[in-house]
């Protein structure tokens, strides 16, 4: 398969392979990983070389269909999506797409159809799509994308080849961000690190001029634990909520920094390569168990958050957590 721009996932691309060149196709496959993990990438990848007519390493991008799918014009190929203003891809959208797909194939040996944020089906849209994948017309091929399994049913899940996509070292992400985006190195790997090894997430924070700066300021604020002032940070968790999960995996990583600095020395083992100098000056002023609480702190508050708890209350008690609890920190700081 011509994978020759796809970074990483080896051992996934090898399995893909060995699928088109064995002509063991399924009906259905269901591609699994986090927002950004190359769901979409990997799925179009393979479904292109199932449609491709070109000779040799398939996709050529080349042929006829090759250019139609790269262009989303392909006559044998769909998607299905949540509607704009709806919170799930409903049960009249799964209907639709049933009588379509019975269709024979316009130009192609298959009919696609791709269903992006599987998870987002409801309960009664996945029973119907459970009808087609029971007895599939002989011709298709459905590729579910889902962020997670947890809310597809196990009889969706048992009737589809599960392909798990997992987060790629840091080295290869930094490459991609450097490659894409023209970032030193420094900064590539520290939005490497920062997405956690998926690719499509680090380039949405590196491209995120908010998410920078909201970053800058809950590192300079954070140096402030023990203080007061680090109930000044309030205000950025008030003014991104639909952030606040990569804002609390900001206050994680800079935590888990200062402990590592701490308790190690070694600036390789450092995330926030970027901010070495800064971590190098607090990691002294705290405790590791200050540390390690803190963590922990925020990590509750994520659940928190999570069961529908409250924002504000949440967010300052875990705030006055930092400033009471570490006050180790409070107490060696200089009055200067």
Not at 11 to 28: N, P
Not at 77 to 105: A, F, H, S, T
Not at 239 to 263: A, C, M
């Amino acid at each position: 398969m011509n994978t020759h721009h796809i970074v990483g996932q080896s051992q996934l691309v090898g399995r893909m392979d060995r699928i088109l060149s064995g002509g063991r196709i399924v009906h259905a496959y269901l591609f699994t990983g986090p927002a950004g993990s190359g769901k979409k990438t990997l799925s179009s990848l393979f479904a292109q070389a199932l449609l491709c007519e070109g000779p040799g390493e398939k996709p050529c991008g080349v042929c006829r269909t090759c250019r139609q799918f790269q262009a989303g014009s392909h006559p044998d190929v769909m998607w299905i999506r949540r509607q704009e203003g709806r919170k799930n891809i409903l049960i009249e959208q799964i209907r639709d797409m049933q009588e379509k797909m019975k269709v024979k194939p316009f130009q192609a040996g298959n009919r696609i159809c791709f269903i992006e944020n599987a998870q987002e089906m409801t309960e009664q849209a996945q029973n119907a799509l459970l009808k087609t994948l029971e007895e599939p017309p002989s011709h298709s091929v459905f590729f579910l994308l889902a962020d997670s399994t947890f809310s597809i049913l196990p009889t969706i899940r048992s009737r589809c080849q599960m392909v798990r996509i997992g987060s790629l070292p840091r080295e290869d992400v930094a490459g991609i961000l450097t490659k894409r985006l023209s970032l030193p190195r420094e900064k590539a790997m520290t939005y490497a690190a920062l997405s956690q090894g998926v690719p499509g997430k680090a380039l949405s924070l590196a491209e995120d001029e908010s998410f920078r700066g909201n970053r800058e300021r809950l590192m300079g604020g954070l140096s402030m634990a023990g203080s007061s002032r680090i109930l000044e940070l309030y205000d950025v968790f008030q003014d991104h909520r639909e952030q606040v999960d990569d804002l609390l995996d900001i206050l994680i990583l800079w935590f888990r920094d200062l402990l590592v600095y701490k308790e190690t020395g070694d600036p390789d083992r450092i995330i926030n390569l970027d901010q070495t100098g800064l971590l190098r000056k607090l990691a002294p002023l705290f405790t590791s168990r200050d540390l390690n609480d803190m963590m922990e702190k925020v990590e509750a508050s994520r659940k928190i958050l999570k069961s529908n708890g409250n924002y504000q209350l949440t967010i300052e008690n875990m705030l006055l957590h930092f400033q009471g609890g570490s006050y180790h920190a409070a107490n060696r700081r200089s009055p200067v």
